[in-house]
């Protein structure tokens, strides 16, 4: 079945600067991949997706980079704010499996 | 309107109770799920249905029974609950079972076993 890493677990950064958060996967036909944010005691939401015939996907602050030769995509958030302080989790779906396998997730602290 | 919702919020119960969790949604979608999620954050897909047909059904004890009476409707009953059984159940949609479109989450079941 699929796997999907996440990298880095931790992340903390200043008010404004740019986080970035990196996940692998490992089956080639997986074509889906969403990136959720969970708040502290709230549900994940959908942030941002992308598929596998688009390289890159904007969506103001944040991007998503997919490199599918290398079976790697990326969750830029520029200009931090402390709101963006949440966990975020990436994950990859689409194959004959028929679900989405998560990240392990990545705890962003965004300081003031 | 919440488009995903799931009661109770909270449950507190001893260990061997038997207890059930409920969602629905009114989004439409043709797929639900269950996902745990333990102390450390990794959310685990426990269950999928489609059309009140079971599709997804991973390494879960038998103790977990997922029951879905039409497609908006997915309950989740728990027998004999241990201490770690103890987590967040979330309940999630998606508008078919092919997991190429996002998923919408309720706001999660909180399980805790004395």
């Known amino acids: 079945g699929e796997n999907v890493e996440q990298h880095p677990s931790t992340l903390s950064v200043q008010e404004g600067d740019s986080a970035v958060i990196k996940c692998t996967y490992s089956?080639?036909?997986?074509?889906?991949f969403p990136w959720y944010k969970q708040e502290l005691g709230k549900r994940p939401q959908l942030i941002i997706d992308?598929?596998?015939?688009?390289g890159e996907k904007k969506d103001q602050r944040i991007a998503v980079t997919l490199n599918k030769t290398a079976k790697h995509f990326s969750l830029h958030i520029t200009e931090t704010q402390p709101e963006d302080s949440a966990v975020y989790f990436c994950a990859a779906g689409g194959t004959s499996y028929g679900k989405l396998t998560f990240g392990q997730g990545t705890i962003l602290t965004v300081h003031p | 309107d919440t488009a995903v919702s799931q009661t109770p919020k909270y449950l507190v119960t001893q260990m061997g109770n038997d207890k059930s969790i409920k969602c629905e949604q009114n989004?439409?979608?043709?797929?639900m799920y269950w996902y745990k999620q333990d102390s450390k954050k990794f959310l685990k897909i426990m269950f999928s249905y489609n059309n009140k047909e079971l599709i997804i059904n991973e390494t879960v004890p038998n103790r977990f029974s997922p029951k879905s009476p039409d497609k908006a409707h997915l309950n989740l009953h728990i027998n004999s609950l241990e201490l770690g059984d103890s987590a967040v159940y979330f309940c999630?949609?998606?508008?078919?079972?092919?997991?190429?479109?996002?998923?919408?989450f309720g706001d999660g079941t909180r399980l805790s076993i004395l």
């Open positions: 999630a949609s998606s508008p078919s079972r092919a997991a190429t479109q996002p998923q919408h």
């Open positions: 989004l439409g979608h043709d797929t």
């Open positions: 992308i598929r596998s015939n688009v």
């Open positions: 089956d080639s036909a997986s074509n889906y």
